[in-house]
Structures are given as C-alpha cells and as structure tokens.
C-alpha cells in the first residue's frame, strides 16, 4: 500500500503462536468436545469400526489355543509311538484344527480389512470436512488476524496439524481398539490354562507403566514444542520466499539464513527429543517383557513336568506373553502419538474459534439492481459518502483517526492527502468495512454500512490498487475478475479502455496467456494496467484508487489518466495520491494529518491559503 501499517505486525517467523514449549492443552477438555462434534456425523461408522475390530482381535486372539490343541496332539501321538501306547499322530485330527485356524484367521482378516477400509474413509471425509472450514473460515476472519498471523503459521495449521489428526484417525483410534480387545482377550486366555502363570505375566504391568508414565511426561512437551516451531519455520520460508527479491535486494540473506537457523534448531531440538523418547519406549517395553517370558517359560516347565497342563497349553501360554506386551507397548506409543494429536487438534480448533467478523446485520439492506420499485429494505444507491464523527484505531489503545467528518455528494471526485502515516488508506479500509469505527459511522447515500451485506456493499466498489494482486491464469481471466459472468466483448472493451489491448497483442497468446504463479512474466506496469481494466469491467457506484499510476511510466500514466477520467466520469471517486500533481482537477481535496482533517478544499483554493496543503505540495519541488 503507498501508506505504512500503524497496527502492530508480526515478528519475522510467525512469533505468533499460542503454545509454548512445555504447556500442556489449554482445554484438553473443550478440545476433545470439538473433536467429537465432528466426529459425531460419522458415529455409525466408527460403531462398525469398533465392531468389526473387536471381532477381528477375537479371532487373532483364539488362535493360539486352538494351534496349542494341534501342538497337544502332534505331542502326545509322538510319545505314544514312543511307549507303544498309542495309536501314532492323528494327522486327521491335526488337519481339521489347522483347516479350523487357516478359517478363523480368514475371517478375521477380512473383519480387519473392512474395519480399516471404513476408518479410512472417516478419516479422509473428517480431514476434508476440517479443511472446508478452515477455508471457510479463512474468508470471515476479519483482517486484524492476518495483521498478527503469518501466511506459514495459518498454512502449517490447514496442512501438518491435519495431516496429524488424519493420521491419528487413520490408525492409532482402532489400534487403541485392538490393543485394549487384545489386552483383555489374552487375560482371559491366559487365566484359563494357568492363573500362577497369569500373575508373573501380570507382574509385568506395573513396570511397564511406570516406564510409560515416565517417556509420556519426558514427551509431551517436546511434542507441543515440535508442532509450535514447525509453524514458525514454515511461516519464516513462506515469508522469505514471498519477498525473496526485496530480501535480495537488501542483502537479508544472512538475517534470514540466521532467523531460519534459529527456528530450525528449534524445531531439531524438540524433534529429536519427542523421537528419541518415542523410540525408547519399544526397547524399553521389550527388556521388561522378555524378564516376565523368562519368569513364564521357567514356572511352565515346571508344571508341565508335573503334568499340570499339556505342552500345547505351554506353547499357547508363551504365545499370548509374547503378544501380550505388544497391546501395553501400542498403547503406550499411541499415548505418545495422542499427546501430539492434541496439540495439533488444540491449534486447529484455535483457528476455528477466532473471533471473526461482526455479524450482518439482522435485516440488512439489499442493493436492488433491478427496475423494480425500491423499498425500505432494498434500495438504488447513487453513490454519496457520509463520515460522521468516526474514530478509528488499529488497536483500542491508539486511537488514529479521531473525529473525522465529511460529506462527498454523489459524482464527485475527492482526493486523499497527506503524509505518510495521516490515515489516507485506512480511511478507504474503512469505507470498504475491512474494519469497523470504535464510534460514529460511514454511511453511503445515508445508510450506515453496517447495515448492508458485505457482499452487497463490496459490489458497490471497484479498487485498483498500487500493489497489484493477479492469479495464475491467462489475462483474460484476470480482467473477468472483476465480473465473472462478463462477455468476451465486455472484457475487450475495458482492456481497451484501460489502454490494455495496446500491448496485449504483443504478447504471445494475446489475451490467452497465461500468467506464471508469481504473474513477473509481464512488467509491473502491465500489471497494473490490468487491475484497471479490472475495475472498469466492474462498472462500480464507488471507485477508489490508492496511487494506481505509480508504477507506470510518464507517457503511460497520460494515458491511463485519460482513461481514469472517463471512468470516474458521473461517479464518486476516491484517489489516494502521493504525487499532488495528479489530482490537481480533483472536485474536493481533502488534507489530513494525524488522522484529522485539516484543510479540504479545491487546489487552487488550498494553495490560496498557504497552509499546511500548500507546504505538502510545493515540498515535491523543492531541491535539495
């Protein structure tokens, strides 16, 4: 903008974040409320989940048992041909259990497979249901937000911290299932060969959560930290790349590599610990496993020697020992993996709970653009602008505009002067409703703008811009922005009129082509020769110009002021000028400073005063 910001503005790197290392979910509780709200629409499904995944453990879970009676049999065929008291291996027998395990192991696969095919699709509808909001909800923040949020810490919300509920949903919530169906299902298999046996297994428990307990807590924060320096270093790259050249320019290459660094080192720290405790806790599980499968295989000898249970009944036992440690080690590593879905879950949620712009009103105030008869609710506006007594500051503390009044009759083209700083943008930031008056109000033909729909009221502008905004498309898409359902014709017409059909056809593809993701495929000029095509196009009630021909050439600027007067012709018109020779025809200047207006006149009858107006204007001609 050609008028520097007076709200405060972020650190480089998005220092913008609410979690600090160390700090625990503010609102855990809230925070899984939300959760659960969104996942209400989907209960049916994850119902059936639970289900099939519980149905799935089950059958996983007896086949142990039922490969010990095979194991039994093999056993007590070999030592009867030993003995000659036998009649050998029932290979028959062996056959149908095994044929009876290759099916219960089938089913519960196919249990499994449609258990994480239904997840899967929760997940994804889940995540792209959270991403809709977040996208809708980036369109009703209101712009002291971004004014505190960088681009990365808002992209690092939408991208990594879902992806980490995605993932969390995708997997660890049936694993949770499964390993809680399996915990429970093996005590009970276990109690019933051998309950000694079942309290050594047991006496695992303890030291397992004591080490989980200890890795959790150590956790934790190392991943709240991990999410909170990911966003900033993504906000710092985004923010370099985005002024790259201006960055270049001014040999910020070794702050930026500095600040990076900074942030990097950061985020290695907190994710290197978060890893490595994470890491540990396998090893760590698997040491006091493997004492309690010692403990279980001495005490199973024994009792099998004594002819207490069978051989099978061993070869089961040892089995859900072996398995019954990796349902306290999933668990274990889900808590870990939970601790850092809440922090992103928590960071998500944040956003979605931003305050956001004021309401419309209840009974807004429609713009009839049709030729039916106005009513009180739906009106024809000409285009005259009231301020009345408004007072405006970025923040409640600082006030910058105080007591600024001003009546603009409809047609009218009014200049806005001043030194940097006055308040000459956010004079038109607040005609637009970008932001709302502390007091007084904007009125536009005498309603007050906070009684229309933004939308409805936005129409009624058209702006052009001293940083121009394009997207990547060809220009002809680029001047349709300003009215989507323009014909080809109405769009040559504009350019023509904005002097963009001149250089066009020089061009390759004409109106075709296509505008690289940065638009430098064309000069700055050319640009800003398109966003004014734009805004014709638009055929706006209100047209405001914030130092539109600054960056184009003398004999460019001639003629795209040509144009601008023809455009403006029977329309009220608000330019924002630095350069006081362009607006020396304007109906009405109006001269702040300090957000107040001190001087508004016509310019011969400014510089007839010799006041401040008079200073401003002949200061650009001065020589040093």
Request: some cysteine; charged content about 20%.
């Amino acid at each position: 903008m050609s008028e520097e910001r007076n709200r405060p503005k972020p650190a480089m790197g998005g220092k913008t974040a609410k979690m600090m290392p160390g700090e625990k979910a503010k609102d855990f509780k809230g925070t899984f409320r939300q959760f659960m709200k969104y996942m209400g629409n989907y209960k049916f499904s994850v119902l059936v989940v639970m289900i099939f995944a519980v149905l799935s453990t089950v059958f996983m879970i007896v086949g142990p048992k039922i490969l010990g009676n095979a194991t039994t049999l093999l056993a007590e065929g070999i030592f009867g041909s030993f003995t000659g008291t036998g009649s050998g291996i029932d290979f028959d027998g062996i056959a149908r259990i095994l044929l009876t395990l290759l099916g219960i192991y089938i089913v519960s696969s196919l249990f499994s497979f449609i258990q994480g095919y239904i997840m899967t699709g929760v997940s994804m509808k889940l995540t792209y249901r959270l991403r809709r909001d977040i996208s809708e909800k980036l369109n009703r923040l209101p712009l002291k937000y971004y004014d505190k949020t960088s681009n990365g810490e808002i992209l690092s919300r939408i991208t990594n911290d879902i992806d980490t509920l995605s993932q969390t949903l995708n997997q660890s919530i049936t694993q949770i299932i499964t390993s809680v169906t399996q915990l429970i299902g093996i005590l009970i298999m276990m109690i019933s060969i051998s309950w000694q046996m079942t309290l050594i297994a047991l006496g695992i428990i303890p030291v397992s959560f004591m080490f989980v307990i200890f890795v959790v807590k150590k956790s934790q924060k190392q991943f709240v930290a991990q999410q909170k320096y990911l966003g900033h270093v993504n906000g710092h790259v985004e923010e370099m790349y985005g002024g790259h050249q201006v960055m270049k320019a001014f040999n910020g290459e070794e702050t930026s590599i500095r600040q990076f660094d900074e942030f990097n080192d950061k985020l290695y720290v907190s994710a290197w610990k978060s890893q490595f405790l994470s890491g540990i806790m396998m090893p760590l599980m698997n040491f006091v496993a493997n004492i309690g499968y010692v403990a279980v295989c001495i005490l199973g000898g024994y009792f099998a020697g004594n002819g207490m249970i069978t051989i099978g009944d061993i070869q089961a036992f040892i089995q859900y020992v072996r398995q019954f440690t990796q349902p306290i080690t999933q668990v274990a590593n889900i808590t870990n993996i939970l601790q850092q879905t809440a922090a992103a879950a928590e960071r998500v949620f944040e956003f979605l709970n931003e305050e956001e712009e004021i309401p419309e009103a209840e009974n807004p105030v429609t713009v009839n653009n049709t030729d039916q008869p106005d009513t009180e609710l739906n009106v024809h506006i000409g285009g005259s602008v009231q301020f009345a007594h408004i007072h405006f500051g970025y923040s409640d503390d600082k006030i910058i505009i105080n007591d600024f009044s001003a009546d603009i009759p409809q047609g009218s083209k009014i200049a806005i002067v001043g030194p940097t700083g006055a308040g000459k943008t956010t004079i038109i930031k607040l005609l637009m409703r970008f932001y709302d008056v502390q007091e007084g109000a904007v009125l536009i033909d005498g309603y007050d703008i906070r009684d229309f729909k933004r939308k409805d009221l936005r129409s009624l502008f058209g702006m052009v811009l001293q940083d121009t905004w394009l997207y990547s498309g060809t220009i002809r898409e680029n001047i349709r922005y300003g009215k989507f359902d323009a014909t080809d014709e109405e769009v040559t017409v504009a350019a023509k009129a904005a002097q963009v059909d001149q250089f066009v056809h020089t061009l390759p593809g004409g109106y075709d082509m296509e505008l690289n993701e940065e638009t430098n495929n064309i000069s700055q000029g050319q640009r800003q020769l398109i966003t004014i095509a734009r805004a014709i196009l638009a055929d706006p009630k209100v047209l405001i110009l914030d130092e539109a021909t600054s960056s184009v050439d003398t004999r460019t600027e001639i003629m795209i002021q040509k144009a601008m007067d023809n455009l403006m012709e029977g329309r009220t018109s608000f330019v924002i000028a630095h350069r006081l020779s362009t607006i020396r025809n304007a109906d009405r200047i109006l001269v702040l400073n300090e957000g107040n207006i001190v001087e508004q006149g016509s310019h011969d009858e400014l510089m007839a005063k010799g006041g401040f107006y008079e200073k401003l204007y002949n200061s650009q001609f001065e020589t040093a």
